[in-house]
């Protein structure tokens, strides 16, 4: 990290920043889409937004290898997971809450 300096740092951040936050969105967005289109429970509908966002994490790297200039990395799923999981939690929260 030190070869980046200050701004290559700070870059690296936003950049791993807009994974855990785009994967969390994405993550809610299922949840809608699952909401209004099926007729499941709600925790069988988070669990497979879920599988469905992390799959969506896998595929999106798998992209990255055959793009120039790009390289997968399985660490950005990781933190995409990450994102998701953290919209998990917050949607059981918050179903618990309105019980």
């Given amino acids: 990290m030190d070869a ?9 951040f936003i950049r791993k920043g807009a994974h855990f936050g785009t994967f969390f969105v994405l993550m809610f ?7 209004k289109t099926v007729k499941w ?8 937004s879920f599988l469905c966002t992390i799959a969506y994490a896998i595929l999106d790297e798998i992209h ?7 390289t997968p990395y399985v660490g950005d799923v ?3 997971g990450i994102g998701a ?3 998990c939690l ?4 918050w179903i618990k809450r309105k019980k």
């Fill in 4 to 12: 980046l300096g200050v701004n290559g740092f700070i870059e690296f």
């Fill in 29 to 35: 967005l299922f949840c809608i889409a699952f909401q």
């Fill in 41 to 48: 429970q709600v925790q069988k509908i988070i669990v497979i």
């Fill in 64 to 70: 990255q290898g055959f793009t120039p200039n790009r």
């Fill in 78 to 80: 990781l933190i995409d």
């Fill in 85 to 87: 999981f953290t919209a």
């Fill in 90 to 93: 917050i949607l059981m929260f």
